[in-house]
């Protein structure tokens, strides 16, 4: 069993240097493991960091309830830690919400990021709704992901999984998302049934500098079970060839 | 289910009480019994049938079972109060908050705007026993426990409350703490993320009262006396009446021999700590908020714009808005109040400044046609304190009927069954209109526009400015 440290930080790409990095945030209790391999395949002219968010993953402290502005603030305090100043960043599912709240206190942190299959969508904020597409999406899972998804949820543990539900359910991206002004890239997979088209289109409506791009044939856990084609759906954005609007 | 704050905290601080008679308005309830379980509302109700002296030893017995022993000092995290107080108010988006100082017109003016307020501060009682009448003592004895609370508490100021006039009965037996957040605290920020979404309001309440304190340390003051009846300068200085008063106690003492103030601080009950603005700015900054400050000099400078404000909005409305009901201290009923279409007017206590404060608000407005009179009772005849016979005179000045709230006007200051009375006096009186939504808060801004009143709505941050 490896030791816990308060934020366990998976890295990619070379060690130092002035270039550019890339924060990578991890969805609803499944951690950073399930990031690396879109992380391998991004690092490169980027340097990768993915922490794991206190309370998950390999981090497993973390004391008080689970609220996406707490988590942001874990973020914040990790990033001002690891000396993170100005960096992309690219937030999974549920980190997408916490990423966005990242982006409205601190705007100055954020140089552009990347929405991948951002949640909730309003229409699904209640239990019985978010259970009935989690269903839906199992079926596109592949049987690693699974493994992961399991082994995840089992560091968590029952009651930090069920509060993060609760935190992702009552938490409201759509008041914050008129105010971020850093370039953003929504990403959706098409055969994603828990961040519907409407809902993508939506959040990139709301965006003052967002654009949206659609990865045909991607699940929802795209990071991890479509990363190729996310890669390539990312890659010209995060190296400022692409401006959205 | 209404949950009750930390031990720590005495239920008898207005800030506590304050917090959930606003809770309670917010949620459209009444607020009876001062928050406390209703249950305890019939034994209380025939206080009266005691004799004096054994209703005072329960009233005492009473407030020490508020208090916490002095080696629990450790153990007392202000951010448990944060949590509670948030749990006050309906789980809902708000949009604005308000923050600072404690002050009922502010209960009734943010109920009716449907706000949210979160307060800055808190009394903990700490078990000490003191004569009342020796402040130096007091303050000594109070040193090592405040310096405990404080090294524990880094975000607070201490302000040690020493008043034998008006808590003549409760500093026998215990020392008063009263805490200010410098800092919102990771508790009400969080809540504010989740509650107040940008481009909503902060208001910062800001009473701007001070009183002479001694320093006796980087976040820690001493204060003898507090606003109400006696003034700060028959603190420091003694008075006749003052000496009169002591006698009548079977004091040994005619004066209180109490420190030298060395400085002005914010009054430790109602004044607002500026050190907290910085972090309000932060966070309004990052989370794209409106900062707005209201201040005021003294609590109940706030009575009169809030008063007229109401019955403006009941005119709109239709209502007459010609009843006038008198909340003292913590008595009121926020709910009521609304419900009958009244208009209210906050005392801050039961003393000649509140009763002055009324009177100058009746001489220039329009007459009422109907007064009602709730009146916190503290069971001291104390320097300042109104005899009944005054009180009547003020209540003599409606036009049509005039009623004591709950009060037997032969038992003041030792009526203690009042608290279990003012609510379902406030029933009965008839009466009823809708409660309305939360009134926007534009007209309340306009509202403040102008002289009229001493208060100052300053715009400090717009949201825009934020972004």
Not at chain 1, 81 to 108: H, K, M
Not at chain 2, 285 to 291: Q, T
Request: proline share 9%.
């Amino acid at each position: 069993v490896p030791p816990v440290t308060p934020v366990f930080t998976r890295t990619w790409g070379r060690e130092g240097g002035g270039g550019p990095v890339l924060v990578m945030v991890h969805g609803l209790v499944v951690a950073g493991s399930m990031l690396a391999p879109s992380a391998e395949r991004l690092a490169g002219s980027v340097r990768v960091l993915a922490p794991d968010l206190p309370g998950y993953g390999r981090s497993r402290e973390s004391a008080g309830a689970v609220s996406v502005p707490s988590l942001a603030s874990d973020l914040l305090e990790w990033a001002a830690g690891a000396q993170v100043r100005r960096a992309l960043w690219l937030g999974v599912s549920f980190g997408c919400q916490v990423l966005t709240e990242v982006a409205l206190r601190r705007p100055d942190l954020v140089e552009r990021m990347v929405l991948v299959a951002p949640t909730v969508d309003p229409t699904a904020r209640t239990v019985p709704r978010i259970l009935r597409r989690w269903q839906q999406e199992s079926s596109t899972q592949s049987t690693a992901l699974k493994r992961l998804l399991l082994a995840d949820y089992a560091r968590a543990g029952a009651r930090r999984a069920a509060g993060t539900v609760r935190a992702a359910l009552r938490d409201r991206p759509e008041q914050r998302l008129p105010h971020l002004t850093a370039p953003t890239l929504v990403v959706r997979g098409t055969a994603d049934p828990i961040t519907t088209a409407a809902w993508a289109q939506e959040v990139t409506r709301l965006l003052p500098r967002g654009r949206l791009v659609t990865v045909p044939e991607a699940p929802h856990a795209m990071t991890f079970d479509a990363p190729d084609a996310l890669a390539d759906a990312v890659r010209p954005f995060l190296d400022g060839q692409e401006d959205p609007l | 289910v209404k949950s009750t704050p930390p031990q720590f905290v005495a239920n008898f601080d207005s800030a506590t009480a304050m917090a959930r008679a606003l809770g309670a308005g917010l949620r459209r309830e009444p607020f009876p019994a001062l928050g406390e379980p209703p249950v305890l509302k019939l034994p209380v109700r025939h206080a009266g049938l005691l004799p004096w002296r054994l209703r005072r030893a329960l009233y005492i017995f009473s407030g020490w079972q508020e208090s916490r022993p002095e080696r629990q000092v450790a153990d007392m995290d202000v951010e448990e109060i944060a949590r509670w107080v948030t749990g006050e108010y309906p789980d809902r988006q708000y949009p604005a908050v308000a923050v600072g100082s404690s002050n009922g017109a502010g209960v009734h003016l943010w109920n009716l705007l449907g706000v949210p307020w979160l307060p800055q501060t808190a009394l903990l009682p700490v078990r000490q026993s003191v004569h009342p009448d020796e402040p130096k003592a007091a303050m000594e004895m109070g040193l090592e426990p405040g310096r405990t609370l404080l090294e524990n508490n880094p975000d607070i100021t201490l302000h040690h409350m020493h008043d034998a006039n008006q808590d003549r009965l409760m500093i026998r037996t215990m020392t008063y703490f009263r805490v200010k957040r410098r800092r919102l605290g990771a508790a009400y920020e969080r809540w504010l993320a989740e509650h107040l979404p940008p481009g909503g309001t902060l208001y910062v309440q800001e009473c701007e009262q001070t009183w002479g304190v001694t320093r006796l340390g980087d976040r820690h003051v001493f204060q003898h006396g507090a606003v109400g009846g006696a003034t700060e300068r028959e603190f420091h200085e003694g008075s006749a009446r003052v000496a009169e008063y002591l006698e009548r106690h079977g004091s040994p003492y005619r004066e209180w021999d109490g420190p030298e103030p060395t400085e002005r601080a914010p009054e430790a009950e109602w004044g607002f700590e500026p050190a907290l603005l910085d972090d309000l700015r932060r966070v309004a900054r990052e989370r794209r908020y409106r900062l707005v400050r209201l201040r005021f000099p003294e609590p109940q400078a706030l009575s009169p714009l809030v008063a007229d404000l109401y019955r403006a909005e009941y005119r709109r409305r239709g209502i007459p808005g010609n009843r006038l009901v008198l909340p003292s201290f913590v008595v009121m009923e926020p709910h009521w109040t609304l419900k009958t279409g009244s208009v209210p007017f906050w005392m801050e206590f039961n003393m000649q400044p509140s009763l002055d404060a009324v009177h100058a608000y009746l001489d220039g407005t329009e007459p009422f046609d109907d007064i009602g009179l709730m009146l916190f009772q503290h069971g001291v005849e104390a320097p300042g304190l109104v005899p009944a016979e005054q009180w009547q005179r003020l209540l003599d000045r409606a036009r049509r009927e005039s009623r004591w709230l709950g009060v037997d006007p032969d038992e003041i200051p030792k009526d203690f069954a009042q608290y279990a009375r003012y609510d379902d006096a406030m029933r009965r009186w008839p009466a009823r209109h809708p409660v309305p939504g939360p009134l926007p808060l534009r007209r309340f801004e306009e509202h403040c526009d102008g002289d009229r009143y001493r208060v100052r709505l300053e715009v400090e941050q717009t949201a825009a400015a934020a972004a």
